[in-house]
């Protein structure tokens, strides 16, 4: 009697997981299948309705203005007004796509795997948001905000040049200051973590947490220059006649 | 015996469908197990991996964007030259001549952008699941990889349609590559000139030209596609041997 009891149970078990685990066939190639119809239709409406962009015939000697990036790189070209070349189109990027790779090597915290679960990830659920808000944000600016010679226009205004554009003086801090700035931005990034004893920074070893916050930093310098330049009016944290920063 | 039958009890039949259709456990596994192309999939797979409010199935959106690319985009290459004579001519001989030549182009710019936004909102929920965690590293990094092939793939195809939009982007962003330090001609600490650096090797010289217009053909058309399908090969076959689709522990 009790070996027959056992034995149902342990059917009902293995029941109740392939039910969980149900059959792939058919239901999830059909999904597979209306999603993909349903994508179909939508490009055809699309592509039915507004017809790709052709301008005149490229002439190397009419230069455009503006000359935009397409959508995906105009983030980079709107970083250029805040960084030299050398830095915001190739650097820049590729630190982020380094730091993208990291990413599952430098997060050991086991929790939340196949779920959406916020607040057992706090810290890398934010910083990647911010991270990925900001990439959006560059992007809206560059595509639907910025008119001739770069300068910014709202959507709705006619891009011509009537008066609010003044010419800004731009300085440079003086190198000490920046670099005494930019130590101090530095070792207060380094150690604040550790102070408030945030919980992510006490399970990370030191390697991976020196890659972590140097990451971030660098990511969050971004903003930090953004608001420099355009409140500040500072064009250069560090000048010489080798490297602008 | 009827002739579906017949056709059906055939060795021609039986030879390429190798099980039968009624709905039991083990037809259902052969169905996924004996297709070449179904035979991604894992024979069973957790209920919540089925839902689309978990995968929002943008990875799959972003494969088929890509296969309609590689359609549309073979049928293309029937009307283009990449040389700067025609490239522009074949564009306005695709809007006006060829049968449904304009809206062939339009799937294929519009799906270009599909796919783009789509990779990067399946980067998004991959992170939002956590699923990039161990077992899965490698996978987060060859998709990070396959972003930035994404990225580049749709870069060199602006350049085809040699129109100013086209002319001028492609300027601005083959400029950035003679910014790099080091191996770029107006980059800090160069150590190479306008002849050998960075964008002397994007574009074939130092201007956008007719060397360009080919480089970025052939990397659009063939080079760049190749290692995304290999790329894409790996990263389908690294979600099944990294522990399949990620699940709560």
Redesign the interface.
Known sequence: MAEETAAALKAKERADK????????????F??LM??VV??FV??V???L???????????S???NP???????IG??EILVYF???YS???LPSII?IG??A???L?T?????????FSA?KFA?VN?LIG?FMWMFAIVVGQFMRGPSWLFFWPWEVWDDSGHHDEITLFNIDNKTSIIALAIYAIVGFALPKLLKMKWAKNLDWTRYTITISLLLLMYLVPVKVVLRQIFHVRYLIATP??NF | MTLKEKIMASQIWKSIFRHDFEDT?SN??K??RSNVF?HL????????A?K?RFTW?MG??TF??FL?ECITGILLMFYYHPV?EYA?MD?KYL?FDVPFG??L???????A??M?FTV?LH??RV????????P???N??IG??LL?LT?LM??TG?LL?????????I???T???????FI?V????AIVDKFNDVRFVLLGGT???ANALLRFYVAHVIAIPAIVFVGCAIHFWRIRKDGG?????
Request: with cysteine; net charge positive; hydrophobic share 45%.
């Open positions: 392939k039910k969980k685990n149900p059959h792939v066939w058919p239901e999830l190639p999904k597979e999603c993909a994508v179909m490009l055809i699309w592509a039915l507004l017809d790709a962009p052709l301008g005149e015939i490229a002439t190397p009419r230069t455009e000359a935009k990036a397409p959508w995906y790189f980079l070209q030299d070349p050398w189109g190739v650097v796509m993208l790779m990413i599952p090597y997060d915290n086991p929790k939340g795997v196949g779920e959406y679960n990830r659920m990647f990925y080798w490297i | 456990p259902r596994g169905v996924i179904l999939h894992p024979l069973r797979i957790p209920e919540h089925m689309i199935c799959g959106i088929f964007a309609v700067i522009y564009m809007q304009q809206i182009r339009n799937v294929h710019r519009w799906g952008h599909l783009v990067m980067m998004l992170f939002l699941t956590g699923s990039y965690k161990r899965r590293e490698f987060w990094v990070v990889v930035t990225l749709s870069f602006y349609p040699w129109d100013q939009l086209a002319y001028w982007a300027t601005v962003g400029n950035m590559g003679a910014a790099t330090p770029g107006e980059g800090p600490f201007t956008v030209g689709i990620s699940r709560p522990l």
